[in-house]
Structures are given as structure tokens and as C-alpha cells.
């Protein structure tokens, strides 16, 4: 069973920072697209950022210029960074590890709840 362990959920005002991180066996991390997703109460899962195994990214127009996604070869880990939150931004925020050309996959972590709050 593929484990991704996430972190850096938490309680933060509007205008406020967060990092999120995921981190992932290094046999998945090294060759897989790594996203960040997000679920609020009563809505789908939607694609907040993704980067690939050779850095390039992209992100939902709703988080350009105040989230950055970055990844540590060296930590096989994933990192969401946050700035600027909005409190439509608070969501149960997901890991997930995908390849999807040859051997295919798709694994999830358990996801970590972000607020955003006065």
C-alpha cells in the first residue's frame, strides 16, 4: 500500500500563509506527476496545482499568483505554498501521486483540512 503522509493543515485568517507538504515513496515520487486537490463541503474535488517529474507545473486560475508548487527530489516531497488565503480557499486539501502513461497509477493521501477564518 502506497503511503503519501501530508502535513501543514490548519487554522489561518484571511490574508494569511500556509505550506502544505507530501511526502512519498521515493520509487513513486521520483517518476510521478505530484498534485495538490481540494474538496469543500458540498463540492467535487477540484485540481488546485500539479508538477511534473521534470517541474512543470500548472495551476486552477483561482490560485495563480498565491499558491506555488514545488517538489524536493532530495526529500521526495511535494510542497504547496499559500499565500494570500481567501476564505473560499478552506478545503480538505489532497496529495496525490500520478502516472499515467505505461504502468498507471493514482494514489492519495489522506488529505489535510485547511480553514480560513476570522
Known amino acids: 500500500q502506497v503511503q503519501l503522509v501530508e502535513s501543514g493543515g490548519g487554522l489561518v485568517q484571511p490574508g494569511g500563509s500556509l505550506r502544505l507538504s507530501c511526502a512519498a515513496p521515493r520509487s513513486i515520487f521520483s517518476i510521478a506527476t505530484m498534485g495538490w486537490y481540494r474538496q469543500a463541503p458540498g463540492k467535487q474535488r477540484e485540481l488546485v496545482a500539479a508538477i511534473g517529474s521534470a517541474g512543470s507545473t500548472n495551476y486552477a486560475d483561482s490560485v495563480k499568483g498565491r499558491f506555488t508548487i514545488s517538489r524536493d527530489s532530495g526529500k521526495n516531497t511535494v510542497f504547496l505554498q499559500m499565500y494570500t488565503l481567501k476564505p473560499e480557499d478552506a478545503a480538505v486539501y489532497y496529495c496525490?501521486?500520478?502516472?499515467?502513461?505505461?504502468?498507471?497509477?493514482?494514489?492519495w493521501g489522506q488529505g489535510t483540512q485547511v480553514t480560513v477564518s476570522s
Open positions: 496525490n501521486a500520478a502516472k499515467t502513461t505505461g504502468l498507471k497509477y493514482s494514489y
